[in-house]
């Protein structure tokens, strides 16, 4: 049976595992190294990238997560979506590199600058109500990069073969329909 | 774009969960904190225990002094205002802070009423010692609950009973007829429409976080494993003589809370806690978590 980690070292895991369970799927929290052993996936949540930066390289490791992602699929939300990327300018924030897209850490502003948008899917007609916090943005993308989600013309959620991420938090909604896309498209 | 619903407020605090909020008084502390792995820092002029030997009003900190630390880091930045002084709110809101804290640790402003949230774009923390003061908060629009616990102390007796206080009161609406809810609710002095969510979710609508008293690894551990979802530290790290080593066990211990293996590694080799007082010996005038109701 298809298991799905989410990594719990800090922030809004809670919420993706509850999306995952509502979905019938096996869904664990992980924070060590062994945990990623029996995983068909894995999604990295929203939280301060500062903070899974800091604690990263503990009981779980950088590399035990850049190689899991070698070949299995990883969903970023938000912060996942920073460390997932590259060329980030802020020194506080570390980042597996693992996708050709350039993110730039909370770039709307304070938390007064926050907010909820009907944003434009690839794969339905129906728009989905993304909720933005202290948000970061996809500035830059590489040819093998593939817009799944956008608003006013910006890419929001973003997939490069079988990793995904989104700048939004699909787990604050219960909308389950990213959270679908990415057991059907990105895990095997 | 919709800004500042109360889905994005509660969505700020969804993000801190599992992370440790940390009280700092100028720039120095700030990147002390952030760089131990903080996921939040409170901006103020004084923490706790010096509030507790200076006397006096202790009010809004000097705009000045938050806007520093705001600067200096780039996690959230959180600040404290008096219960019901909603002109200080309105200055931090203006400032771009990123969550007040109403809080009873400050002299209050107003001893019948508190603010009226959900005026506010930015989301509010307010402190609880039972199930009743909560719900009372979360439907003047707290987007976050803590522990009122006794700030200043050092000592983790109170927080455990407003923890726990709370829970009971969340498993007894649990077990309740709906028949019952309505009498509940006026017992505890409680909405009606939020009393009838918790018994249904057999939680809080918001986060629900511990504070006050919280000074060492297992502190956290502790509260973490009664069920809280974060924890703030207020004089627990800068009043003990190693900070940034503290800061940094207990960041881990909140993570790693069941793990009797790691709160061991990270409580070993610390230096000396805050010494503290025992929140049992504080005379009633300099019980701060009877402020407000």
Redesign the interface.
Known sequence: MTQIGVLAIQGAFCKHLDILHSLHVKAIPVKYAKDLESLDGLIIPGGESTVITRQLGFRLSWEDIYHFAQEKAVFGTCAGLILMGKGCSDPRVRQLGLMNAIIERNAYGSQIESFTEDVTLSFDTYPFHAVFIRAPKILKIGKDVEIIASFQGEAVMIQQGHLLGAAFHPELTNDTRVHEYFMHHCVN | ?????Y???V??A??????VIMDVTNVDQAKIA???????VMALERIPADIRTYGGIARMSNPEIILKI?EAV???VMAKCRIGHFAEAQIL?EL????IDESEVLTPADEENHIWKHDF???FVCGCRDLGEALRRIGEGAAMMRTKGEAGTGDIVEAVRHMRAVNRGIRCLQMMDKEELMAEAKRLGAPFSIVEIVAQKGKLPVPNFAAGGIATPADASLMMQLGAEAVFVGSGIFKSEDPAARA?AI??AV??YHDPA?LLEVSKGLKDAMIGKPAKELPDEEQLAKRGW
């Open positions: 774009m919709e800004k500042s619903s889905e994005v407020k969505g700020l969804e993000m801190l969960k599992g992370g952030e760089d131990a792995g903080a996921v939040a705001k780039s996690i959230p809101e771009g802070i990123d969550f774009k930015v989301p940094e960041v881990k993570t790693y790691v």
